[in-house]
């Protein structure tokens, strides 16, 4: 390979990094030196091009929000896992929800607590699981009154809603119940007593299914409106 090249690929890399390491800077404040190294550390090229498409998303609602210059920092014990795991996401919508929730930490409107749970959930997510998650938050108040007219969001449902394989629904459906993220609403009745089934039955077509509390405030917590 021809010098030139080499050196355009190097120049590359450093300006990458630089950027990746301003940015650090900018979400982490009095530590800023610090976790410049430790980003520099990550060495993998394609995990500064996902902190950067990062960096551009939060910069965009900073804009939006009219706070740019302003961000609150983020404290170090939740900046460094936050950066470890955000630059690991190249996929656009769990790209959305990171940059959301950076955005949201550093906004001094929202008041948002960081909690290292947050990053640890969305590290989980597949694609299909932040789709069907996002589905559910967005659609709680209709889920429920749907759910009293006896018509539950089971698998088979949520796939045709989707647009996607019931199959690839049902494993997404059950990382997000691992993960703490939805619930199976469906009621059974004994001896004339409706109770309440708190199992995750991806195959059972009396499943109802809808977002934890714990999921809507996922949802809420990277969530830009």
């Not at 609150?72 to 939740?78: K, L």
């Not at 018509?151 to 019931?166: R, T």
């Not at 199976?184 to 299914?209: C, Y």
Request: charged content about 30%.
């Amino acid at each position: 390979m021809p010098a030139s090249k080499n050196s355009s690929d190097e120049s590359t890399r450093t300006l990458v990094t630089r950027e990746a390491i301003e940015f650090a800077k900018t979400l982490v404040g009095g530590a800023a030196k610090q976790f410049g190294e430790i980003l520099a550390d990550l060495g993998a090229y394609w995990r500064y091009k996902n902190f950067l498409n990062l960096r551009d998303k939060v910069a965009d609602i900073h804009r939006k929000r009219k706070f740019e210059g302003k961000p609150t920092p983020i404290p170090p014990r939740y900046a460094l896992p936050l950066i470890e795991k955000a630059s690991m996401e190249d996929e656009p919508q769990l790209q959305d929800m990171w940059a959301g929730l950076i955005a949201n930490f550093q906004d001094p409107r929202k008041r948002l607590n960081p909690r290292k749970i947050y990053f640890e959930i969305l590290s989980e997510f597949e694609p299909l699981d932040t789709a069907i998650l996002l589905f559910l938050a967005e659609n709680r108040s209709t889920i429920n009154e749907d759910d009293e007219k006896g018509q539950l969001l089971n698998a088979e449902l949520l796939a045709e809603k989707l647009e996607c394989d019931s199959e690839e629904v049902k494993l997404a459906l059950s990382n997000l119940f691992r993960l703490g993220c939805i619930i199976d609403s469906w009621e059974q009745t004994i001896d004339g007593i409706e109770k309440g089934f708190s199992g995750n039955r991806v195959n059972n077509p009396s499943s109802s299914f809808r977002a934890s509390y714990f999921g809507l405030t996922l949802v809420d917590a990277c969530s830009v409106t």
